[in-house]
């Protein structure tokens, strides 16, 4: 049962990802899809470490912060997922 439930959570993630933003060749989406996964790489690993994130950008340009919650999202599940 705990299985369909993580398939059908996933498949929901993979349908909201089908409707990618257009600002995903943006330089902007690119920079920050490199710091939100170079985030979750660091966080997969037992050393402390800060976020890697242009506080400015991700508040006021919507392809950063787009990027950067892709690719947080992204590397987090490639290495490992999240703690619990």
Known sequence: MQRRVLAAIVGLVLAACAGAPADQDSP????GF?????TASA???SVPSTPQRDET???QDSGYRSGWNSGH????MTN???RL
């Open 80 to 82: 490992g997922g999240a």
């Open 57 to 59: 950008l991700y508040a």
């Open 73 to 76: 999202t992204t590397c987090r």
């Open 43 to 45: 966080e997969s690993t």
């Open 34 to 38: 490199a710091d939100g996964c170079a």
């Open 28 to 31: 902007a989406y690119e920079a």
